[in-house]
């Protein structure tokens, strides 16, 4: 604390309105509980490796600040997270609510609490289903791509996050096409002929100007990595690559099911296009793990952003869109091939397909079928058990028989 002549060490007790009270070992010249304004505290400090003591959390709402507040925004993927409970996290937490599937009124009380730890506990629990080594090689190649610093038509250069984020989605589906995924293996299939459906027969002269065949006579892998080419053009021009985007605000679509959102402004309607996106929101709402530390690089987060519409599985899917974005790129990646007019940006052709960003796609494929993860550490052996001699003293009265292990003694 702040005083005349020098600072002050002393051990909070007590808050009491605008002061704090606080045992000394020299107040006053005496070890006493002293009260002082909260106005001249300097830092509060706890033990390193002591364990935090159990604090009940606040009811938290627009206007509040502190740790409490810190601990929500944390949570919901609300940065920077600077304990001042604004628009954006008054949205983030409606939104969360809505898919929770309790009250929606933008209060964090014990219900909300109750929700927050289940979903630190399933991230926790979870992973990205990539390798983290694999993941910074994957960044380093998008990062230094020429596509990276292309700039898209109407957009300008996309945020890092994008690009990096588009090429881990990539790599994702790839190790699920591997594994046998239906969903990937959607995306992956031949070009149907279906222009009315299919992303890769109505750009079929775009795809066939820049060599890219997505016939039978190439491999599932050379079509999946044509796809999210594609994709990284279509987020730039849905939303200029922000990850974290709701619905088109000029728009009327607010229902769950019709509500867009993310990078791609895909809606939960989509999934009746093709039986393999269905089973994607459990999956993901147990595991909501989605390269979003990488997809917010360069993106600042605007009040518009973060809130759904609706309830119950749409309001889930528009929330998972946000908060782990590969589940979105998923989604969006298998509707593109079964429901192309999805996208009015698909239809007018207004989404580039780049050759430049199928080389950076191709860089990622080569990384994922060369990564070696590093070998486990062999465990330390067990120290050998030093022998014992065990004595046992027994006093009895009358004849006894003893046996040790079967053997009379």
């Not at 002293?34 to 300097?42: E, L, M, Q, Y």
């Not at 390193?48 to 009940?56: D, H, I, S, T, W």
């Not at 429901?339 to 796609?361: C, F, N, Q, V, Y």
Request: glycine share 10%; hydrophobic share 35%; charged share 20%.
């Amino acid at each position: 604390m702040k005083r005349s002549g020098g600072n002050h060490v002393t051990f909070f007790e007590s808050g009491s309105g605008s002061n704090i009270n606080c045992r000394g070992g020299n107040q006053s010249n005496s070890v006493n509980v002293t009260s002082f304004p909260k106005s001249g505290v300097t830092g509060i400090m706890w033990p390193k490796n002591a364990p935090m003591p159990k604090v009940p959390r606040a009811t938290i709402r627009q206007g509040s600040t502190g740790p409490d507040v810190v601990a929500c925004q944390t949570t919901l993927g609300v940065y920077p997270a600077d304990g001042q409970f604004g628009p954006i996290t008054d949205r983030a937490v409606r939104g969360y609510q809505a898919a929770a599937g309790i009250g929606v009124d933008g209060v964090v009380g014990s219900q909300t609490w109750a929700k927050l730890d289940e979903l630190d506990a399933k991230v926790a629990a979870g992973d990205d289903g990539i390798d983290t080594e694999l993941i910074g090689i994957i960044q380093d190649i998008a990062k230094t791509s020429t596509i990276a610093n292309y700039s898209w038509k109407d957009r300008g250069r996309a945020p890092a996050g994008h690009t990096v984020g588009v090429a881990l989605s990539f790599a994702l589906a790839y190790t699920r096409l591997n594994s046998d995924d239906q969903a990937c293996q959607q995306m992956a299939k031949a070009n149907t002929g279906d222009a009315a459906k299919d992303v890769f027969a109505y750009y079929a002269t775009e795809y066939r100007n820049l060599g890219m065949d997505n016939s039978t006579n190439v491999q599932p892998v050379d079509r999946l990595r044509h796809l999210f080419a594609l994709v990284l053009g279509l987020g730039m021009r849905e939303s200029s690559g922000r990850y974290p985007e709701g619905r088109d605000q000029s728009a009327t679509n607010t229902t769950a099911d019709t509500a867009e959102a993310s990078f791609l402004q895909t809606s939960w309607n989509i999934r009746s296009s093709n039986s393999t996106i269905q089973p994607l929101l459990p999956e993901y709402w147990a595991n909501p793990c989605g390269f979003r530390a990488q997809f917010k690089e360069g993106v600042t987060l605007k009040s518009s952003d973060l809130g759904n519409f609706g309830s119950g599985a749409g309001a889930q899917y528009q929330f998972l869109s946000k908060f782990a974005p590969v589940f979105h790129a998923l989604v969006s990646a298998v509707g593109l091939r079964s429901a192309r007019s999805h996208w009015g940006p698909i239809t007018r052709k207004e989404a580039e397909l780049r050759k430049d960003a199928d080389t950076m796609l191709r860089a990622v494929q080569e990384a994922v079928d060369t990564y070696q993860p590093e070998p486990a550490p062999e465990p330390e052996p067990e120290p050998p058990t030093p022998e014992t001699e065990n004595t046992v003293d027994i006093k009895t009265t009358g004849d006894v028989k003893i046996t040790v292990n079967g053997v009379e003694v």
